[in-house]
């Protein structure tokens, strides 16, 4: 080999240990820090974000994600305050902001679950086993107005009295022990505290609210992102709901190996309940949507309107507003 090959060679080398190290150094400067707001602790409606940040599909897009436990004011304020890029959060929670004149700077960028999983649970010996029959009993209720509407909504559609139904105003943390005092039905998510009653042996009755009235078939729990943020870096939007979205269709696909990475990063969790969780809740990521996240926009408008209807917001909800689907993958 001639003296100006060997030149030529080396020096072809040397560029490309240049490219190289610049690509990697730029990499590193280049990843993008995001913080994530969960709505309470870690549960299975979160599964699909601990496996995307340990499969390392978070990090394939040049994306570090934060996970944290949210601020009194919960996701939406950490959101719109710029303390947080996306989180978690209901279409029931973020509409009081968006029919106000000055809405909070919060949108919907996707479903984390594609139908209500949410209801009211008894014991069955209470004999709870439809709407109506709540007539007489306890319920313990936090006081929303959105709540109590949607509980009187569901009596009367059965022929029951609202006014006949007791309420307790408190917080459940325990839902065993809330049902075995005064407390005869609770507003639960099944996914959970559903479950978790399976697994401890209890016999109940499960009024689900999406079964028993489509306008109740609302999203919930779902994404939320900041407006600002999105319009500021929609690449690095698009870029994190790609990776979330493997991170849930992976969970979808393997439920054991998915709780097993939930359990790993939140070891403070009842191995036996997420396990049972995960299994159950898996039908729900995507279910019959076309697509992981999607929003159908009737689903979502059909509950504001009954929002509307129902005067329950400080103003009129427009139809369409509050989500978009334009980043998903």
């Not at 209500?116 to 709540?134: F, H, M, Q, V, Y």
């Not at 698009?238 to 939930?262: C, Q, S, T, V």
Request: overall charge negative; charged content about 25%; aromatic content about 12%.
């Amino acid at each position: 080999m001639n003296k100006n090959k060997i030149i030529l060679i080396s020096t072809a080398a040397a560029i490309c240990a240049a490219i190289l190290s610049f690509s990697s150094c730029s990499s590193k400067k280049d990843t993008k820090k995001i913080t994530f707001a969960l709505d309470w602790t870690p549960n299975t409606n979160h599964t699909g974000l601990y496996v995307a940040r340990e499969k390392g599909f978070f990090a394939e897009e040049g994306l570090e994600v934060e996970i944290v436990q949210p601020s009194d004011g919960g996701a939406e304020i950490m959101i719109a305050t710029g303390r947080a890029q996306f989180g978690v959060g209901f279409q029931d929670s973020i509409a009081p902001a968006l029919a106000q004149s000055e809405e909070i700077p919060v949108i919907a960028v996707g479903a984390l679950l594609q139908h209500n999983t949410s209801g009211l649970i008894s014991l069955k010996e209470k004999g709870i086993d439809r709407p109506k029959a709540l007539e007489g009993k306890t319920y313990a209720t936090w006081e929303s107005q959105v709540e109590l509407t949607t509980i009187k909504q569901l009596m009367e559609g059965d022929g029951g009295d609202f006014s006949k139904i007791k309420l307790i105003p408190t917080s459940v943390y325990d839902i065993v022990a809330a049902l075995n005092t005064n407390i005869d039905c609770v507003w639960i998510y099944y996914a959970w505290d559903g479950i978790k009653l399976q697994i401890d042996g209890y016999e109940t009755n499960y009024l689900d609210f999406g079964k028993i009235n489509p306008v109740f078939d609302y999203y919930t729990p779902i994404l939320i992102s900041r407006t600002e943020f999105l319009k500021k870096e929609p690449e690095t939007a698009r870029a994190f709901m790609k990776a979330l979205r493997r991170g849930y269709e992976f969970a979808i696909d393997n439920p054991e190996e998915a709780a097993e990475i939930l359990c790993k990063c939140a070891p403070e969790l009842d191995r036996t309940l997420v396990f049972a969780s995960q299994k159950w809740i898996g039908d729900y990521y995507k279910a019959d949507a076309k697509k992981w996240g999607y929003i159908e926009p009737e689903r979502w408008n059909r509950f504001y309107r009954w929002l509307n209807e129902s005067s329950l917001m400080p103003g009129t909800l427009p139809e369409n507003k509050g989500f978009t689907n334009d980043f998903l993958n």
